[in-house]
């Protein structure tokens, strides 16, 4: 049996699409090219999340790029004939995406494969992809040049009748299937098989290198799940000293001043969450090592966490 958080998901697709279908407003894929379209579902995917750690991590496995942008669930459903395929995507913010020429093209291919059903997990990302390129999705949302990714199958029925489900088939299994649709098409991950923590390592370092956030690395038997899973995300992260420009007096924050990459004398302030335990120690002028994952064009800190009192401060906290 499919599972039932699947099942309510097509049911809630399949109405919006059927509305679509009887307006005339989907349809096979023309040479006209028409403007992606965005709504709002009550369907809002619950997408894995990356706890695992690299220590815990066993090998072979598979080691995959870290796309910038946005978790996306690829609904697919042929109801017969190629004016009659569905497909759309949805986010866990119930946003979907429909009337986009690449997810014509998914389409398209599923049915040359004759599949019936699926729901696979992809990423959503303008551009490369490369870090800091989530910013440059949320600018572009219904932008036709958007890229996507098609990283694992949650649930597969061809049309002959049978079924894959991702709960119940290891990675790999998995991974053959995406092959074997998507092989040479701009939809594939090509993942790498990593057999040690140092070549994780090396893989993370050659990545961050070309640009991109981090990687991320998935047990070959491991199934599909929902919800926090052992899968490691490796991101690049960055360090730097700032000093300290406001303690709040109530929440368990404090601002420091971050200065502006070519302007001179110029800085913001930027927002650092801080726990009372360390909160009551500081004190405006304080240096303190704050780890982040980039600097955004503004000046200000992407996911900036407080590790510590600079070393080299004398007003530093013990």
């Known amino acids: 049996m499919a599972d039932r958080g699947i099942v309510a998901a097509y049911a809630v697709v399949r109405s919006f699409q059927i509305g679509l279908m009887k307006s005339g407003s989907l349809g096979a894929r ?3 090219r028409r403007p992606m379209k965005i709504s709002k579902t009550n369907t809002k995917g619950t997408f894995p999340e990356l706890r695992g750690s690299l220590a815990g991590m066993r090998y072979p496995c598979f080691g995959e790029i870290k796309y910038d942008g946005e978790a996306v669930f690829v609904h697919f459903k042929n ?13 866990k913010y119930g946003t979907m995406r429909y009337e986009w020429d690449k997810l014509y093209d998914i389409a398209h291919i599923l049915k040359y494969h004759n599949v019936h059903i699926a729901l696979m997990q992809g990423e959503l990302f303008y551009g490369t992809g490369k870090a ?3 910013y ?3 600018s572009h949302k219904t ?39 998507f092989s ?3 939809f594939e991950v090509i993942p790498v098989v990593i057999s040690s923590k140092q070549e994780a390592e090396k893989h993370f370092e050659d990545m961050t290198t070309l640009g991109y956030e981090g ?14 899973c052992p899968w490691v995300k490796m991101k690049k992260k960055d360090q730097n000293v700032y000093m300290v420009n406001l303690v709040d007096p109530v929440k368990e924050r404090i601002e420091v001043l971050c200065p502006v990459v070519g302007q001179n004398n110029i800085s913001i302030r930027v927002g650092v969450k801080v726990a009372n335990k360390d909160k ?10 704050v780890e982040h994952q980039g600097v955004l064009g503004s000046g200000s800190l992407r996911h900036p966490v407080f590790i510590g009192w600079y070393k080299g401060d004398e007003n530093g906290g013990a």
């Open 136 to 138: 440059d999705l949320l």
């Open 143 to 181: 932008d036709d040049d958007l890229n996507i990714k098609l990283f694992d199958i949650d649930y597969l029925k061809m049309e002959d009748g049978t079924t894959m489900e991702g709960a119940k088939t290891a990675l790999i299994d998995r991974k053959e299937y995406l092959t074997s649709f």
């Open 280 to 289: 009551i120690k500081m004190k405006v002028g304080d240096k303190v090592i």
């Open 215 to 228: 990687i991320v690395l998935k047990q070959l038997d491991g199934f599909a799940c929902k919800g926090p």
């Open 79 to 91: 109801v017969g004939g190629s004016l009659n395929l569905r497909c759309v995507t949805t986010n």
């Open 132 to 134: 800091g390129a989530l």
């Open 30 to 32: 023309t040479a006209i």
């Open 184 to 186: 040479n098409t701009e």
